[in-house]
């Protein structure tokens, strides 16, 4: 699982599992500042963008988004709560040509794939001309009910055109109650024992013994509650949503800053779904298994470290000198025993 700092959340449940803390790539000044914006994590400008060239969008493709979106709380079309949605023009949040109908002053987008009920604000609250995307096909109902009980405490406090506090950003949070694959239409979810770890995907056998039986409690248990549990995990068929049905609804002006991955084992492919968009990406952050030794690949076809940076190089991003990935302060021993790390370019 990807970490952050609890600081960047939007919303954190008393009652979910805790997440664990922020990774030694960030900038230590952003850990000790008041901030809880993503504002360290520093996006590409060099990066050279491919002109895309304006095509009209498949209009059964932007129903289905428009029904995935309009699905969450605040997003629906008959929502009466004490929510308010900002970032997008009045009455409208697809326009007839089937783009997002972002309000003129947007000037940027954070996407954050796998959001589970702590999403991102990214840069929210230090720039009122961002607008979040956020994915989470288990945690969405609750996050909508928590979003709501925030909503309503802020109002009891007068509102957020009365006083600002960091829960107004949450006005231009969009929840798409979804998963993000390789495409368009509806997939079987495992839901895990430990609902944080539940995926797509569906685990290889031949797994090594000293993993699945660790004499590591910390290994070992993880193991079972997540990885182990997929075989008989509750099955949910869930919308799926490419990443490149997103960007390209988004206007072409508006900069795609930040996207944030955490998908458990799904993670690289999610990522070329953007596809032909992928070159308006400025700043990708995900997880994966890097070379992982025989029998603790959780994921079958995974590729080599070599591949992705190639692919990724070949796609126009770079990497800070000397790998793209690595283990964070905080890495988990089951982490660190099937060498899953964050990978940033």
């Avoid at 368009?184 to 770890?197: L, R």
């Avoid at 995926?199 to 660790?214: A, H, I």
């Avoid at 126009?316 to 905080?330: K, L, M, Q």
Wanted: glycine residues 6%.
């Amino acid at each position: 699982m990807l970490r952050f700092s609890a600081i960047s959340l939007l919303v954190v449940l008393a009652s979910g599992a805790p997440r664990e803390e922020c990774g030694a790539e960030c900038d230590s000044s952003a850990q000790s500042a008041q901030s809880s914006s993503l504002v360290q994590l520093k996006a590409q400008k060099d990066r050279k963008h491919v002109q895309h060239i304006d095509e009209a969008l498949n209009s059964t493709e932007t129903e289905f988004v428009t029904q995935v979106l309009t699905s969450f709380g605040k997003q629906a079309p008959n929502y009466t709560g004490d929510q308010k949605l900002k970032g997008f023009r009045s009455g409208s949040l697809i326009d007839e040509h089937g783009m997002f109908a972002l309000d003129p002053d947007v000037q940027s987008v954070a996407i954050d794939v796998g959001a589970a009920n702590n999403p991102l604000i990214f840069d929210m609250d230090i720039d009122a001309n961002q607008v979040v995307l956020a994915f989470e096909p288990v945690f969405w109902d609750q996050l909508g009910k928590d979003m709501e009980q925030v909503a309503k405490e802020v109002n009891e406090r007068g509102g957020c055109e009365t006083r600002y506090e960091g829960h107004c950003a949450n006005q231009r949070l969009v929840v798409f109650p979804s998963a993000v694959s390789s495409q368009i239409g509806h997939a079987e979810f495992h839901v895990a024992a430990n609902p944080y770890c539940s995926s797509l995907n569906s685990v290889p056998g031949g797994l090594d013994p000293s993993l699945v039986n660790s004499t590591d409690p910390e290994v070992r248990d993880v193991m079972a509650s997540c990885w182990g549990s997929l075989a008989e995990a509750e099955v949910r068929k869930v919308p799926t949503i490419t990443l490149a049905s997103i960007i390209a609804r988004i206007p072409k002006h508006i900069r795609i800053k930040y996207l944030k991955i955490d998908a458990q084992g799904q993670d690289y492919k999610v990522l070329l779904s953007a596809a032909e968009q992928m070159s308006r990406l400025e700043y990708v952050r995900f997880e994966m298994q890097v070379d992982p030794p025989a029998g603790r690949k959780m994921v079958a076809d995974i590729p080599s470290y070599a591949e992705v940076e190639a692919k990724m190089t070949e796609l126009g991003f770079v990497h800070e000198p000397s790998h793209a990935c690595h283990f964070d302060v905080g890495a988990s021993p089951f982490s660190k025993a099937i060498e899953e790390k964050e990978c940033v370019f």
